[in-house]
């Protein structure tokens, strides 16, 4: 399972990455923004997505967008892991088609919880 | 003033004009210059009202400028204060999280290091055959005791590292906050010098129109403690700080 880790701050890459090597996922890549992490998903091989709301170029959100319109990268399941709390934010990433929503500051339990959570309902949906 | 002159010109013929008509008794003619002369009039309103209109519009776009400024004020000021202290709140939380993960992991290693050095020394007696079987007996346990207490303290340490990766996080949150504030200080910064340049321009024709009315005459040194002094300032510094407010 290969997972894009999209965030501008490259600490809270370097804790996503460590908590999901943790969790046993070793394969991940990262992107600092939107615009950066567009074309490399586009490029295909990517199965999980994990983004910031708020960063300067593409926002985490238009990501979201742009990758629910694209047909080849649909499906694929995007975690949104940010410090945005309005809850008008949280409804327009659920309208949008996220699959989940962790709030920072973030435990590694709730990280874990959320995950679990996506591939459950990926599972079920099979 | 050559405006003036054409407007005056225009006026002039016009009239020559309607005196003219009125003489040769011409009614339509007479009616269609009236009503030229009007036109003239008109034109010149509305120039004024457009000049008035202009002011009305600069005037509300200065205002617009100072209720920035004073929503920064009462407002962005009070919020970045509330801002920053919880980044010191934030930053303070991470570094005692991240000392205490530290103060609980380091026994560990300290224990970890002095068990296995007793039982190397044991060990290679052992493989010297220089240990009775009695004692081998007890090496053996030990050796089994400190494997279970490895395990367990690996996943202790394996959590202290973990609370200190976490901690880590502040640095992105922090920072979010910190950009925001700068951005707010760049605003500020911008309405002050926006504030200046149209004060400044007040104080500009409020100084000239004081220099009209009482020139100014020599009035000797400032006296300290002069009541009639006091408007003045009281040194080199004074004079660079009132420069400096006003954006030199």
Redesign the interface.
């Known amino acids: 399972m290969k997972i894009l880790i999209v965030d501008d701050f490259s600490t809270m890459r370097r804790i996503i990455k460590n908590l999901m090597r943790d969790l046993g996922f070793n394969n991940t890549s990262e992107a600092d923004d939107g615009k950066t992490a567009l074309p490399m998903l586009q490029a295909g091989g990517f199965d999980f997505l994990i983004t910031d709301w708020n960063m300067p170029g593409m926002q985490g959100i238009d990501l979201l967008k742009a990758v629910r319109a694209d047909p080849k990268l649909a499906t694929l399941p995007v975690l949104m892991v940010t410090a945005e709390a309005k809850r008008e934010q949280i409804v327009e990433a659920a309208q949008a088609g996220v699959n989940g929503y962790v709030v920072k500051p973030f435990t590694a339990a709730t990280l874990k919880e959320k995950i679990d959570k996506i591939f459950e309902r990926i599972e079920s949906a099979k | 003033m050559s405006e003036l002159n054409n407007h005056m010109e225009e006026c002039l013929s016009i009239v020559r004009a309607l005196s003219e008509s009125i003489e040769e008794g011409n009614e339509d003619e007479v009616d269609r210059l009236l009503d030229e002369i009007t036109k003239l009039r008109e034109s010149s309103l509305f120039q004024e009202v457009g000049k008035l209109t202009r002011q009305l519009h600069e005037t509300l776009n200065s205002f617009q400028v100072d209720s920035r400024i004073l929503s920064l004020a009462e407002s962005d000021i009070p919020d970045a204060k509330e801002r920053l202290n919880y980044v010191i709140t934030m930053t303070e939380q991470s570094a005692n999280i991240t000392l205490n993960a530290v103060e609980k992991a380091l026994p560990i290693s300290e224990q970890l290091k002095e068990q296995s050095s007793s039982l190397e020394k044991k060990w290679d007696r052992f493989r010297q055959r220089q240990m009775p079987v009695n004692e081998f007996r007890e090496l053996s346990g030990e050796i089994g005791e400190f494997m279970v207490w490895t395990a367990r303290n690996a996943e202790h340490l394996h959590e202290h590292l ?1 609370d200190v ?2 901690a ?6 922090t ?2 906050i910190i950009r925001r504030v700068i951005n707010m200080v760049q605003e500020v910064e911008s309405g002050l010098v926006e504030l200046i340049r149209i004060s400044g321009q007040r104080m500009i024709t409020v100084e000239k129109s004081g220099a009209n009315k009482n020139s100014i005459e020599g009035d000797g040194p400032r006296i300290p403690g002069c009541e009639s002094h006091k408007d003045r300032v009281s040194g080199q510094d004074d004079v660079d700080d009132l420069l400096s407010s006003l954006g030199f």
């Not at chain 2, 880590?168 to 949150?173: A, G, V």
């Open positions: 973990s990766m976490m880590q996080d502040f640095q992105d949150l920072g979010q």
